[in-house]
């Protein structure tokens, strides 16, 4: 059973929602843009890894990208939300990578196949330690990053989301419902590319979120 922690409360993990593409220069980079509405696609639970182990490199693939994401966890069940009180339903932030056997996904892509494995393998979705919605008042006006070996791979700024958390909150839970401790992987900015066996990623949010994993 997948349990997050927010400050003194236990969640168990529901649906894992992610955004396909949510910044304008990572949908160019994939050879992509962003339509009218969002591209949302599921994780199963048992793609978290957890909190803090060594991040695995399945042998079935040979081309592991990294996707560092800002992940919003649902505090309460909603339908039909409305933008005006999405953020209401917030419980908690952290980072996480959206690991993607790239390989495996670009095949899938030419043969009009979903993207299940190549998305949502064991241990594609690594989380940070969760910090309160009332901790980050306001998400849209903070910056994330992903450091390999020290260095800055991606960086952005949450504003420049092309669907903002609330519009995320609305349409998710208009067309799927959300859940308590449902999450949502909020999408990547522009910078994918190959991890390999030994790097250090550290991700970094404002002074709020600092954590570095270990490539197995
Ligand atoms: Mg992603």
Redesign the pocket.
């Known amino acids: 059973m997948a349990t997050i922690h927010i400050d003194s409360r236990e969640l168990r993990v529901a649906n894992i929602f992610?955004v396909?593409r949510n910044y304008v220069a990572h949908a160019a980079e994939m050879g992509s843009s962003i339509g009218p509405e969002p591209v949302v696609f599921l994780k199963p639970t048992s793609a978290l890894l957890p909190h803090g182990a060594p991040i695995p490199l399945p042998g079935w693939s040979s081309d592991i990208h990294h996707?560092a994401?800002l992940v919003v966890a649902i505090g309460r069940d909603g339908r039909n939300i409305d933008r005006a009180s999405a953020m209401s339903y917030v419980a908690g932030y952290a980072l996480g990578l959206?690991l993607?056997a790239r390989d495996v996904q670009r095949v899938a892509k030419q043969n009009g196949q979903p993207w299940t494995l190549s998305k949502g393998y064991a241990g594609s979705a690594t989380l940070t330690a969760f910090v309160p919605a009332e901790a980050l008042p306001r998400p849209g006006e903070v910056s994330f990053r992903l450091e390999i070996d020290g260095e800055t791979r991606q960086h952005a700024e949450v504003g420049q989301m092309a669907f903002d958390i609330a519009a995320l909150i609305a349409w998710i839970s208009e067309r799927f419902g959300l859940t308590e401790g449902d999450l949502i992987?909020t999408?990547?900015p522009e910078g994918v590319g190959s991890i390999h066996s030994g790097q250090q990623l550290r991700l970094v949010l404002d002074d709020l979120i600092d954590e570095t994993l270990r490539v197995a």
């Open positions: 992610c396909a996707e994401e959206d993607t992987y999408g990547t």
